[in-house]
């Protein structure tokens, strides 16, 4: 089902901060109250879809208005990227939950990238949105406890991160009890949506892909991690801190992770240009279309490029475009899985 798109198209006014220092103000990182499934539930109920966009800004692909080809300082291309991601932000607050920044799109520019990171979180946040950090971070020992405390506790304060599980449960169990203390939420690498994830993770191991055997690690902590007064009956929500990237472009091994891990929420990257379909992600999905979160970044984000999102838009409207796309992800999503119960 295609989005209706907005019936009036208006030019919008970016935001152009007037230096990298006052673009990237330091977060404010209060305690949050609620465990990060149940925050993680209660907005995907609220906006009634489980619809991510995820903010991947790269020059060649910026809106042509935005003049990013003739500009090659990093600290100018930082600030560009601060002002199009709060514009992109502004475009999709009112209809999604969550928005996933890919931290090395940032730390591409350096120490002016990432002020640009900072400011985006903080603003992510101003605007009432969930933000996952997209790093795949992982190491043992203190140096996890340093990437938790960063991401999840610290300067960044992000919602939630993506972590690599590669070094062993070990090297999990140090972002785990930071995640606890913060209410914050992990998201485990098991079958990632590139082609090469066969050359490792497909792999067989004891009698089963290795990929499998990372998602029974990932729900057994999943499992230990349930916020209070949580049960499994019908309807009820009962999943763990700790959850899953699956990518949509493997939806057989999807209908089989999910029911691997039952209290896992799954994060389903590879929607739209990767070639994930809706109905590929279906399977992600409990009942009552809870369970997962579904993600989209260039075909929202870059949406000025496609011909059936920017008709009739003028060079300067590439945010309507966003809007269009944003609203065209949400209805396919509702239409073609079990998230369309969150509209009843």
Excluded at 124 to 130: E, K, P, T
Aim: charged share 20%; aromatic share 6%.
């Amino acid at each position: 089902m295609a989005a209706t798109p907005p019936p009036t198209p208006h030019r919008h006014t970016p935001h152009h901060p007037t230096s990298a220092h006052q673009a990237s103000p330091t977060p404010v990182t209060l305690p949050h109250t609620l465990p990060f499934s149940t925050r993680l539930a209660d907005a995907i109920r609220a906006k009634r879809t489980p619809a991510c966009v995820g903010l991947d800004p790269r020059r060649e692909s910026l809106p042509p208005a935005l003049g990013a080809a003739a500009i090659d300082d990093p600290a100018a291309l930082a600030k560009l990227y601060t002002s199009f991601c709060r514009d992109v932000i502004d475009a999709v607050a009112p209809h999604i939950p969550i928005v996933k920044p890919q931290l090395a799109c940032f730390e591409a520019l350096g120490p002016a990238g990432m002020m640009a990171l900072a400011d985006t979180i903080h603003y992510a946040h101003a605007r009432g949105l969930l933000v996952l950090a997209d790093g795949k971070r992982g190491d043992i020992g203190s140096t996890a406890e340093a990437y938790a405390d960063g991401w999840l506790a610290g300067p960044w304060g992000c919602d939630a991160l993506t972590i690599n599980p590669y070094l062993g449960l070990d090297s999990i169990a140090p972002f785990v009890t930071t995640a606890k203390a913060r209410h914050a939420g992990l998201f485990v690498l098991v079958k990632t949506s590139n082609p090469g994830s066969r050359d490792f993770q497909d792999l067989e191991a004891n009698g089963s892909p290795l990929h499998e055997h990372v998602a029974a690690g990932v729900e057994h902590l999943a499992a230990d991690t349930l916020p209070p007064d949580t049960s499994d009956a019908p309807g009820q929500h009962a999943y763990g801190l700790v959850g899953a990237v699956v990518g949509a472009t493997w939806p057989k091994q999807l209908d089989t992770l999910r029911a691997a891990m039952p209290h896992v929420w799954i994060l389903v990257p590879g929607f739209g240009k990767q070639g994930g379909r809706a109905s590929d992600v279906r399977g992600a999905f409990d009942a009552g279309g809870l369970g997962a979160i579904v993600v989209s970044a260039r075909d929202v984000i870059f949406a000025h490029s496609r011909p059936d999102m920017n008709a009739a838009l003028a060079e300067g409207q590439w945010q309507t475009a966003v809007e269009r796309a944003c609203h065209d992800m949400i209805e396919r999503i509702a239409a073609d899985t079990p998230a369309g119960k969150l509209r009843n």
